[in-house]
Every structure is written in structure tokens, then in C-alpha cells.
């Protein structure tokens, strides 16, 4: 079990930043990939980016490239995702996820995340 709690969330007009972070319940060099993920009003939940733990390699939705940046703190057993230059497309619900390295997801309760234009 991975219990993860995000902070962070908040509102912003459009070209601010806000920063997520995700803190796990136990190391992560025993989970395999952390992601961040949202849920924009009316829509489905969608990548936004993951990080694997143990190589640091990244991926990103290609409507954030360039504009957000995860990263992770093992010595805090914390994930963060950094977004910049937002806009009101990016108003979403943004939840956290782990996966082991068994298969198994754990998702965080989710932070709200608003851009005003």
C-alpha cells in the first residue's frame, strides 16, 4: 500500500505558475513510476507527466511540454510538478499516482488546480 497525499493547488491568473507536490508513505526507490495526472471539468482524467523513479526518465502529454516539469526527491519521498506559463485549459483536478513495481496504482485525493483568464 502507497497512501499519497498532493498539496500545492490553488488559483492563478493565466501566465502564473503553481507547484504540486506529492508525498508518498514509504521510500521511492520501492515504487516504480510517479505521475501526475487531471481531470479538467466535464472531461476525462489524462496524463500529464510521470517520472520513473529509479532512472529519473520523464514523459509529458504533449499539451504541457515545455511548460511543466516533474521531478522527485527521494530523500523526501516526494514528487513534484512544477507548471508554468498556465493557462485556463489546464484548470483541472490533478491527482497523483504510483505504480509498484508489482502493477499495482495508487491514486492521492487530488488538488484543484484553477487558472483564471
Known amino acids: 500500500q502507497v497512501q499519497l497525499v498532493e498539496s500545492g493547488g490553488g488559483l492563478v491568473q493565466a501566465g502564473g505558475s503553481l507547484r504540486l507536490s506529492c508525498l508518498a508513505s514509504?521510500?521511492?526507490?520501492?515504487?516504480?513510476?510517479m505521475g501526475w495526472y487531471r481531470r479538467p471539468p466535464g472531461k476525462q482524467r489524462e496524463l500529464v507527466a510521470t517520472i520513473i523513479t529509479s532512472s529519473g526518465s520523464t514523459n509529458y502529454a504533449d499539451s504541457v511540454k515545455g511548460r511543466f516539469t516533474i521531478s522527485k526527491d527521494t530523500a523526501k519521498d516526494t514528487v513534484s510538478l512544477q507548471m508554468n506559463s498556465l493557462n485556463p485549459e489546464d484548470t483541472a483536478v490533478y491527482y497523483c499516482?504510483?505504480?509498484?513495481?508489482?502493477?499495482?496504482?495508487?491514486w492521492g485525493q487530488g488538488t484543484q488546480g484553477t487558472v483564471s483568464s
Open positions: 514509504r521510500s521511492l526507490f520501492s515504487i516504480n513510476v
Open positions: 499516482l504510483a505504480k509498484s513495481y508489482s502493477g499495482s496504482q495508487y
